[in-house]
């Protein structure tokens, strides 16, 4: 299956709900290298779906991270496929271009609609509908609405990993993206069962002895630029393959570097084996806009938070030039 960017006609959650309601086999996808938010949107409307007797399978190009396993993270199936998939509904989740659903998994799918429902300013608008909401602090929250509008079932599955979804993408509803909407939708939650010990537990305090190991790397790469307004740490693969690093280790990692003082945008750099840089980065100042510093090297996402694979760059020269485009936004 081929996807186009522009092409996506915006629609409300009740429309968006009657497509659901239409289709009886949907398949569900969310961005590779998934995150909380990314696996918990999947996992609770997975779970809401097949509470209606839908027929859904829910397909990541990436494993599911270790500390996110909890979240009865079977339901998610990783390539290869088995064989080609032919639904009536594919519904895409957070993910904001075309290739972060991963070309390999696109190309198993035949859809007779695309569904996208995302939170990112950049977003493509591919597929046939729409919802776009880019005042969400997640994706996990723009479902719950959707659940909630259209009187899906919500089970205690999808209750928890809507929790998670929307406290992952906030940083634990620290980040300037928490509104009074989203405190609002995560006090529903906790009302309807959500276990909020519990749940941030096994979330934030259950990792494992590769992290401290990798942050170890990290930190002897650590340094700060621009008069300490940057800060970065970058990661060989060499240094990975050392520690075993599997996908999840670092996550969050990088909010060491934000809460630096004096700092206002700060970056992570990992080497992957494909050859393409992995860049991370985060602003703590509205008014420097990270999603366009890394839109100069093809990547995107949210204007405190974005990211970027850097192609055709040598792992050793990529700190410079993104210090040269953030330099430029300062």
């Known amino acids: 299956m081929t996807l186009t960017p522009n092409t996506a006609k915006p629609v409300s959650h009740a429309t968006a709900g009657q497509l659901v309601q239409d289709a009886q086999t949907i398949l569900i996808l969310a961005h590779y290298r998934p995150d909380g938010d990314a696996l918990g949107s999947s996992l609770a409307l997975t779970a809401s779906l097949r509470a209606m007797g839908k027929e859904v399978s829910c397909y990541n190009r990436d494993a599911v991270p270790d500390y996110l396993q909890f979240l009865e993270s079977e339901e998610i199936r990783v390539l290869p496929m088995t064989a080609p998939i032919t639904v009536d509904l594919l519904i895409a989740l957070d993910c904001a271009t075309i290739e972060r659903l991963g070309e390999d998994v696109l190309q198993q799918i035949t859809a007779s609609h695309v569904l996208t429902i995302d939170h990112h300013i950049t977003n493509e608008k591919y597929g046939d509908s729409l919802v776009l909401d880019c005042e969400a602090a997640a994706t996990g929250e723009i479902l719950y609405d959707f659940i909630r509008t259209n009187e899906f079932p919500l089970p205690d599955q999808a209750r928890d990993a809507l929790y998670v979804a929307i406290s992952t993408d906030t940083g634990s509803l620290q980040y300037s993206n928490s509104s009074a909407k989203t405190y609002k939708t995560m006090a ?15 979330t934030y305090f259950n990792h494992s002895v590769r992290r401290v ?21 970058q990661v060989s693969q060499a240094a990975q393959e050392a520690v075993g690093v ?15 003082a004096g700092v206002r ?21 509205e008014s420097i806009d990270v999603s366009q510093i890394c839109g100069a090297f093809g990547g995107g996402g949210h204007r405190m938070a974005a990211g970027a694979g850097i192609k055709n760059v040598a792992f050793e020269k990529c700190a410079k030039q993104v210090l040269a485009k953030i330099g430029e936004a300062l």
Request: charged letters at 25%.
């Open 265 to 285: 945008v700060c970056f992570t750099l990992e080497e992957a084996p494909s050859g393409v840089v992995r860049l991370s980065m985060r602003s703590k100042d």
């Open 213 to 233: 190991e990798i942050l170890r790397e990290c930190l002897q790469s650590f340094t700060l630029a621009h008069e300490g307004q940057v800060s970065y740490w």
């Open 246 to 260: 599997r996908a999840g280790d670092m996550e969050g990692l990088m909010d060491l570097l934000r809460g630096i």
């Open 188 to 202: 529903e939650l906790v009302g309807k069962g959500a276990d909020v010990a519990s749940l941030n537990a096994l």
